[in-house]
């Protein structure tokens, strides 16, 4: 019963991932999916060796891809409504800048993701007792 | 024309950028399995295996800092009579010279060389120099005076050489004044990056781990084939790294001989520091270049490594140029693969300078740690990073002037150690 329970929420976790991955391709643009697509492989590979439950991580990696999407939802109508207002130079600005500002949700997510995880020192010590 | 050569120009940059976030990548999945299937470290060690040892402690103006690590080599748990101590006064203004006499009175092993303002002042390679004369140890391990090291580090640095192929050897540095303030907390970040996982996977991958200086040492009869410190070298010690490698031996890096030291803590002597270590390290990267792109020492792995080891300074304004390179292009709406390289060049600006240790790195060198917050400090490297490209591009341009004007590079530009890491030591 706990095996399954487990299973349907790493399903409902690749599912979201696999949702925020068609979204951004289908209402943003290919950067933002692109975007996604470095982040869950950095994660994955790097993340996922690390101490803790799949589905833990799952989630983590689940909640980065909807932040992520969210991120450049607000990004994409941003400049959108800049180039509207401003003229072709906000499209340029945001084309410069927009990897720049993605790496900012990234860096931040990734460097409080690892916070989650259990502490390999603490594991241990668990280990021992 | 000019779209063209911006174009290659950026192309080339982008390209060395992503070779180096390539190998940082490698790095870290390199110690995530060594985490996970460790080596058995035990196997090179020989409990026989105690050689004569020399610590050299060039020290200039640190009368702060010397008396507690003095202390700390009166309480060394290697043998007494196999160990000597060399302090090497270098002309201090302050009480360094009396401190040190002090310690000597009354341990055995310690000894102190004063060198007067005519002798002394040359800078740090000098001062070794002339201790390396005075020494007599078959191993010569070096210390910087602000540093603390493990009662035991001496055993755990020495069974390294063991293995005849070994030349030097290499020590973790650990920041000892981390809660200090917000500048220490990022060089503690800086040295997890460097060495918790750099350092590590370098040695793990049979690559060239780097000599750092301090914590670490060297086989007397090699460091005296080569000739002891170059003292025209600012940073002696990747200088060092490189020689001991084209003579055909290795440096080893030992992650467990931990020794604490006291970090810059303000934003002025990290420019002074850092200027320093950036000029040092471009020295040596044109003095050492070609010659390890030509040697028969070293295999393929060595020398692709050796080689973005030596430009790692020149990074930073390899980065501001792809990034202005990159918009001029942007601007001028030239190509689709400028547009899908141009998102590499701002995770560069996520990279420590001094090993380019990108975030993913500093992050996984950090867990291991077992260190739960200071991760979240990661996004501020954006600043320090902006901070490096300033540091580094100074340090080129001086150093072609001082190659211009035929100026010595090789004075104490030293940092100045206030023991504000004192507090933190609870013997």
């Given at each position: 019963m706990k095996f399954e329970s487990s299973c349907i929420v790493l399903a409902f976790f690749l599912e979201v991932i696999v949702l925020c991955l068609i979204t951004s391709f289908r209402f943003i643009n290919i950067e933002s999916t692109v975007t996604l697509l470095i982040f869950n492989l950095l994660f994955f590979s790097l993340t996922f060796q690390l101490n803790g439950s799949l589905n833990r991580k799952l989630g983590m990696l689940a909640l980065g891809n909807i932040i992520g999407l969210f991120w450049n939802f607000f990004l994409y109508f941003f400049a959108t409504a800049g180039a509207m207002f401003f003229g072709e130079i906000f499209n340029v600005l945001y084309a410069v800048f927009y990897p720049l500002l993605n790496f900012m949700w990234i860096v931040s997510f990734w460097s409080l993701s690892l916070s989650v995880l259990p502490n390999p020192k603490s594991v241990h010590e668990e280990v021992k007792r | 024309m000019i779209i063209e050569v911006l174009e290659v120009v950026f192309l080339f940059t982008t390209a060395l950028i992503i070779a180096y976030l390539v190998r940082h990548y490698i790095f870290t999945l390199t110690v995530l399995r060594r985490v996970k299937k460790p080596k058995n470290v035990d196997s090179v060690a020989d409990p026989k295996y105690e050689p004569t040892v020399s610590i050299l402690i060039p020290a200039r103006d640190e009368e702060n800092v010397i008396g507690r690590l003095l202390q700390r080599m009166t309480e060394l748990t290697y043998p007494q009579g196999k160990l000597q101590v060399i302090v090497i006064d270098d002309a201090s203004s302050d009480a360094t010279g009396q401190i040190a006499e002090e310690y000597s009175r009354s341990c055995e092993c310690i000894e102190v060389l004063h060198r007067d303002k005519k002798a002394g002042g040359k800078g740090k390679a000098s001062a070794l120099n002339s201790g390396l004369e005075h020494s007599t140890g078959e191993i010569v391990l070096c210390f910087d005076a602000d540093y603390y090291p493990q009662r035991e580090i001496v055993e755990k640095l020495v069974k390294e050489f063991v293995a005849p192929a070994v030349g030097a050897v290499q020590g973790r540095p650990v920041v000892l004044?981390?809660?200090?303030n917000i500048v220490t907390r990022l060089v503690t970040l800086e040295r997890i990056g460097g060495y918790r996982v750099d350092q590590e996977a370098r040695d793990t991958l049979g690559l060239i781990p780097q000599f750092g200086g301090t914590v670490g040492g060297f086989r007397r009869s090699v460091l005296e084939k080569l000739g002891?410190?170059?003292?025209?070298?600012?940073?002696e010690d990747t200088d060092l790294t490189f020689q001991v490698y084209l003579a055909g031996f290795k440096v080893r890096y030992v992650s467990d001989a931990e020794c604490y030291e006291e970090a810059v803590d303000n934003w002025k002597a990290y420019w002074r520091q850092r200027t320093r270590w950036a000029r040092g390290h471009m020295q040596v990267c044109f003095k050492h270049a070609l010659r390890v792109l030509r040697s028969k020492k070293l295999n393929i792995k060595e020398k692709i490594d050796g080689l973005l080891l030596l430009h790692v300074y020149f990074m930073p304004v390899l980065t501001l140029i792809a990034f202005f390179a990159g918009v001029s292009l942007i601007l001028s709406e030239s190509s689709q693969l400028v547009n899908a390289l141009w998102f590499f060049v701002p995770a560069s600006f996520y990279s420590l300078v001094g090993n380019f240790a990108p975030f993913f790195e500093i992050g996984i060198g950090a867990y291991l740690d077992?260190?739960?917050?200071?991760?979240?400090?990661?996004?501020?490297l954006l600043f320090a990073y902006f901070y490096n490209i300033l540091i580094c591009t100074k340090a080129l341009l001086d150093l072609f002037a001082a190659k211009m004007l035929r100026k010595?590079?090789?004075?104490?530009?030293k940092t100045r150690h206030l023991g504000n890491g004192n507090s933190y030591i609870g013997n």
């Open positions: - | 004044n981390e809660a200090q002891g410190f170059d003292e025209t070298m600012l940073t077992g260190r739960t917050r200071i991760q979240w400090l990661i996004p501020l010595s590079q090789s004075d104490w530009a």
